[in-house]
């Protein structure tokens, strides 16, 4: 069956960095566009990065020259390195698989930017 597998959240201070992996499983990941959200407390749930199966990436104006999204397709592994946190970055973070009409989450990861 279908799964995607975040890690690597957790609680980091202004400024530091952090790095999210997602592991995926049970469908073609290269050929898929692979995709990060966000999810604040009270907020809808928002497009961070979306990296395509061409490797083009896009990003949404918050994260662009702080977040990077990459892919390593022999692992079926979507990364998002975060750098220079802010307090407002604090959500839980969800992997996203696409293609067509197939759409798959992750469970998400908490990520919380505090001093």
């Known amino acids: 069956q279908v799964q995607l597998v975040e890690s690597g959240g957790g609680l980091v201070q202004p400024g530091g960095s952090l790095r999210l992996s997602c592991a995926a499983s049970?469908?073609?990941?290269?050929?898929?566009?692979m995709s990060w959200y966000q999810q604040a407390p009270g907020k809808n749930r928002e497009l961070v990065a979306i990296?395509?199966?061409?490797?083009?990436?896009n990003y949404a104006d918050s994260v662009k020259g702080r977040f990077t999204i990459s892919r390593d397709n022999a692992k079926n592994t979507v990364y998002l390195q975060m750098n220079s946190l802010k307090p407002e970055d604090t959500a839980v973070y969800y992997c996203?698989?696409?293609?067509?009409?197939?759409?798959?989450w992750g469970q998400g990861t908490q990520v919380t930017v505090s001093s």
């Open positions: 996203n698989a696409g293609l067509l009409s197939d759409n798959y």
């Open positions: 049970g469908f073609p990941f290269s050929s898929y566009a």
């Open positions: 990296i395509l199966s061409s490797g083009i990436t």
